[in-house]
């Protein structure tokens, strides 16, 4: 570096600047001066700098000799490079705050300002002011032009070299900023626009002055000019774009040179400084749009980038898995694992346990050769090397074997496989392949298999869609007879300083009921349901069965304050439901502001434009708007600004364990924070003992749900027993009967 700064120190732009009647030979433009600089900024070893100004001062030397200067010349000369020295140190590390350690930081919009202030103000004038010292025994006249031209080449110096030299160096190894697909055009654009001006340019100076001028002036055309270093500093690597950057405001600097003497009198001085302001100003301005632009690449690199990443366990997603399957030419394996006792693992012990548990899981399948993804609710997408051979049946057996370590407690899941292909020649995509390999996992479970299932023409695809649509057919057609819908009710109590007031606050949910008269869960018919599509069939079922109940208990609607009803996300993503849903809504024997409709959080909604649509017609409605198990899915944050949301209820799974899993608290106080920013109020469900009801009421929950107050019962003896209870406070002879518990 040295070497290089000896090299620039012979590179000079000669000019002669009239000032006070004194004229001098000088150069414009001391290079050596900004790489100084720019090592300073970008060198972690703080000998490296001095050593370069001691290969200066001793070329200076010698040359000095060859002059013969006086030895009190030569010993001012020495101590103003030793000065320098340090002053290019303390403007690099003080001023400009380039760290001494790693010290090789990318520049950054807030570095820029320093920069002007204290690179092409303080350490030029700095610098010229002991450049005066060195002047002191020329006299007055020559002291002050002699400064002037110090500073205006320090002043070039930096500007030509430091910042391209800084950013070359930090930006190396990056790619270019914009894509150059299809850009190359507006480049030959931007030079054919630049060609035809100076031609133009040529023929009207001749027509107004009758006589040829000399050739191009840079200068004049440096708007041109620099518009093509915008495009090179987005388009090219910032490893050759600034070096042509640097090379170029050498040549418009060199054309300064004689722009300064196109007078003999302080006019040109005049000029000067104004061209000189003008190109710092279009390179601060040029730095600034070209960090702007890194900064904003890798803003969406890393969004991106956490777009495919699990938010809570911070492994990848679906998303990333569909990155990776793009890049794969050929047919691969592709298995979903499917871990039975997850979710019981949160109950028992909390979400962060299951969250180090799924890590864990993780890192097992790594050692596999398997790219995984985590899918949520304990399971993960497995994608094999194409061509590659896997030992599926050994990796089921690293994954339940010898268990994972839980607050000191071996704890085993069981572990589920089911194995697809797709690409090439499968006829399978990605999408189709993950579904079939994730019904072959649910079957393992439900047939106990601890081996893997692989998929095959004549069972998991034909078994599987037959399972699903019998699953949904039997679903479909208890839900179509008379008694076949069962509306159950789940009272919502206030935590905090609210009160029922008389009104009647809870959630509606549903059961089937089968030809045996036995009643089933939502857990054993809506998966089947939500397979085969049907789920907006069963929320409108739900509605018009809530209003008709409703209608033969007029006492009862008077007293409804908030009544939520469930919707799916294919029912959000449904033209008809949407259109059939406004229907019953006009024959609605309630006020519409006394209806919630909550929108289950971990269901992705497929058709985002339809499901704000009939969200805000809701709204406008007068309807309220609730997000259901808030905290457990990927877009939780996300989805609150882009839907319209009054009710946030929190996810049962870290509200069980609230009290015991310092997560599970910050968590909840985390979602309450969103609500309370949000304008939402909170609901807490899973409130079992009141010493959860207690942390709640603390963190500043407003209602909780749970069996701590009631069990769910069927729809009318739960709004009975909710309007009974018109303070708003619990009564210890307040409990339904045991017939109301069924389930």
């Not at 200076?60 to 010349?73: D, K, N, Q, V």
């Not at 002991?130 to 320090?154: C, D, M, N, R």
């Amino acid at each position: 570096m040295g070497s290089v700064c000896l090299l620039l120190q012979q590179v000079a732009v000669p000019y002669r600047l009239e000032l006070w009647s004194h004229a001098a030979p000088a150069s414009l433009v001391h290079l050596h001066v900004g790489l100084l600089l720019a090592i300073a900024m970008l060198d972690r070893d703080r000998w490296v700098m001095p050593g370069c100004y001691a290969l200066i001062m001793l070329g200076w030397l010698a040359r000095a000799l060859h002059l013969g200067y006086t030895p009190a010349e030569l010993g001012v000369g020495s101590l103003v490079s030793v000065v320098g020295c340090a002053w290019t140190y303390w403007c690099a590390r003080v001023g400009l705050k380039r760290p001494a350690a790693p010290g090789r930081e990318p520049l950054s919009q807030g570095d820029l300002l320093r920069f002007a202030l204290f690179g092409l103000l303080v350490f030029p004038l700095g610098q010229a002011l002991l450049g005066l010292l060195y002047g002191l025994p020329f006299g007055t006249a020559s002291q002050v032009s002699g400064l002037i031209e110090t500073l205006f080449a320090k002043y070039f110096g930096v500007l030509v070299v430091t910042l391209p030299a800084v950013v070359a160096w930090t930006e190396r190894r990056r790619p270019a900023l914009a894509g150059r697909n299809g850009q190359w055009g507006l480049l030959f654009l931007l030079v054919l626009g630049g060609v035809l001006s100076v031609g133009l340019s040529r023929v009207v100076r001749i027509d107004l002055s009758g006589t040829p001028t000399g050739g191009a002036v840079l200068t004049d055309y440096r708007i041109a000019v620099l518009a093509v270093l915008t495009w090179c500093m987005l388009h090219m690597r910032l490893a050759f774009a600034m070096p042509l950057l640097a090379a170029t405001l050498l040549l418009m600097v060199g054309n300064l040179g004689g722009a300064a003497m196109l007078t003999r009198t302080p006019v040109g001085f005049l000029n000067l400084v104004h061209l000189a302001l003008e190109m710092g100003i279009v390179l601060m301005a040029m730095m600034y749009y070209l960090l702007a632009s890194r900064d904003r690449e890798d803003m969406a690199r890393r969004l991106d980038e956490q777009a495919r990443r699990d938010s809570l366990t911070g492994l990848p997603n679906l998303r990333a898995l569909r990155r990776q399957a793009g890049q794969r030419p050929e047919a691969c394996g592709l298995a979903c694992l499917l871990l039975d006792q997850a979710d019981t693992l949160t109950v028992g012990y909390g979400l962060g346990a299951q969250t180090r548990v799924m890590t864990e899981v993780a890192a097992r399948l790594e050692a596999h050769d398997v790219q995984s993804c985590y899918l949520g609710s304990g399971q993960f997408a497995l994608l094999a090397e194409c061509g590659g051979r896997i030992d599926w049946g050994a990796l089921l057996r690293d994954i339940e074997q010898p268990g994972f370590l839980v607050e000191g407690q071996n704890v085993r899941l069981l572990p589920y496989l089911g194995v697809a292909r797709f690409g090439g020649d499968t006829g399978l995509d990605l999408d189709a392949a993950l579904m079939l390999a994730s019904s072959l996992a649910f079957e393992a479970r439900a047939s106990n298999e601890v081996e893997p299932l692989f998929a095959n023409a004549e069972r998991a695809t034909l078994q599987q869609a037959q399972a699903r649509l019998h699953g949904a057919s039997a679903a479909l057609a208890h839900l179509r007879r008379p008694d076949g819908l069962v509306l159950f009710f789940q009272p919502v109590l206030p935590l905090g300083e609210l009160r029922l007031g008389g009104r009647i606050v809870g959630e509606v949910l549903c059961r089937l009921r089968d030809e045996q008269g036995e009643l089933l869960r939502p857990d054993r018919f809506l998966p089947a349901v939500e397979a085969a599509r049907r789920g907006p069939e069963l929320d409108l079922a739900v509605v018009a069965e809530l209003f008709a109940q409703l209608r033969r208990s007029p006492e009862l609607v008077a007293a409804c304050g908030r009544i939520s009803v469930n919707l799916t996300g294919q029912s959000l993503a449904s033209e008809s439901f949407r259109v059939r849903l406004l229907e019953l809504l006009e024959q609605a024997p309630l006020r519409l502001s006394r209806l919630c409709f909550e929108i289950t959080e971990t269901v992705a909604i497929f058709t985002a434009e339809q499901a704000s649509l009939l969200l805000d017609e809701l709204r406008v409605r007068g309807c309220r708007i609730a997000i259901d198990d808030f905290g457990v899915g990927m877009q939780s944050f996300a989805r609150l600004k882009e839907l319209p949301v009054d009710i946030i209820k929190i996810d049962g799974s870290f509200v069980r364990n609230l009290t015991r899993d310092p997560r599970d608290y910050a968590m909840v106080q985390a979602s309450v924070a969103v609500a309370r920013a949000c304008g939402a109020e909170v609901v807490a469900e899973y409130v079992e003992d009141e010493d959860t009801a207690a942390c709640l009421r603390k963190l500043g929950v407003h209602w909780g749900q749970g069996y701590l107050y009631a069990r769910p019962m069927p729809l009318r003896e739960g709004l009975c027993w909710t309007c009974a209870q018109a303070d708003g406070a619990i009564r210890e002879d307040a409990e339904p009967q045991p017939q109301m518990n069924l389930l």
